[in-house]
């Protein structure tokens, strides 16, 4: 059966946003990171420079307890950090209770956003059509160019993008939606499919993580692939966390 492609957003933020500082928009957002400090360091560093678009950012970093190293790089970018021994998804459920946004960007520490994202992101809130939609960004594997081939796959055949594309939303549509399953994997793969693809959209600014970051092995793939192919089958997310990421 053939599956439409999702249209992508082609925008000209610069046009669109207009002049940095004559319209502002507050973004909390939320990262649910690993342990990682150089990790989380990369990420935080990708949102710099977004005030300068018109954006006020709210950075709220849940972690889960680990080195003490995530405490000074998330005070060095402004950001305030949650220790919380929990799920990915019950890590992004705390960080979107805590955010006062009205709109929220959700990240993994892996994930680093491109030059542009800020602009894009504004342009996909000022619609109205787009209050109760997600919008997310194409990722690519740096290093790894048969894994983003594969995620590209995943997206326009089964209308599940990952958790790592960094969806954005308003906090109170997720909370209509029930918020972010409790699992370590697969919160992404719930939130998906209770939107639709009628409810996503994909802008044309990419996000990367690196191969080290990301499962590229044989085995990790198929396992990926499995878990998908189980999920489409309606087999419980919860069942599934240890079938690949």
């Known amino acids: 059966m053939h599956l439409p492609r999702p249209r992508a957003m082609r925008t000209d933020p610069a046009a669109q946003v207009g002049p940095p500082g004559t319209r502002r928009m507050a973004l909390s957002v939320v990262i649910a990171a690993r342990g990682d400090a150089e990790q989380l360091g990369r990420c935080l560093a990708s949102l710099a420079g977004a005030d300068r678009r018109g954006l006020d950012l709210e950075i709220i970093v849940v972690a889960?307890?680990?080195?003490?190293?995530?405490?000074?790089?998330?005070?060095?970018?402004?950001?305030?950090?949650?220790?919380?021994?929990?799920?990915?998804?019950?890590?992004?459920?705390?960080?979107?209770?805590?955010?006062?946004?009205?709109?929220?960007?959700?990240?993994?520490?892996?994930?680093?956003?491109?030059r542009g994202w800020d602009a894009t992101v504004m342009v996909f809130a000022a619609e109205a059509r787009n209050r109760e939609r997600a919008g997310y960004f194409p990722l690519e594997v740096v290093g790894a160019p048969g894994a983003s081939r594969t995620i590209r796959l995943r997206q326009l055949w089964m209308g599940l993008p990952t958790g790592a594309q960094g969806p954005i939303m308003r906090r109170r549509?997720?909370?209509?939606?029930?918020?972010?399953?409790?699992?370590?994997?697969?919160?992404?793969?719930?939130?998906?499919?209770?939107?639709?693809?009628?409810?996503?959209?994909?802008?044309?600014?990419?996000?990367?993580?690196?191969?080290?970051?990301?499962?590229?092995?044989?085995?990790?793939?198929?396992?990926?692939?499995?878990?998908?192919?189980?999920?489409?089958?309606?087999?419980?997310?919860?069942?599934?966390?240890?079938?690949?990421?």
């Open 64 to 114: 889960p307890d680990g080195p003490d190293g995530l405490d000074a790089v998330a005070e060095a970018h402004g950001a305030a950090l949650i220790r919380l021994a929990a799920s990915r998804g019950a890590r992004f459920a705390a960080g979107a209770k805590a955010a006062t946004a009205e709109w929220m960007l959700m990240l993994r520490s892996e994930t680093r956003l491109d």
């Open 173 to 245: 549509f997720l909370v209509h939606l029930g918020g972010m399953a409790d699992l370590e994997r697969g919160e992404d793969l719930v939130l998906a499919r209770t939107l639709g693809r009628k409810r996503m959209a994909l802008f044309d600014i990419a996000v990367r993580v690196d191969a080290e970051d990301w499962p590229t092995g044989a085995g990790a793939v198929l396992l990926g692939l499995l878990r998908l192919i189980l999920f489409r089958l309606h087999v419980p997310a919860r069942w599934l966390q240890r079938l690949g990421d």
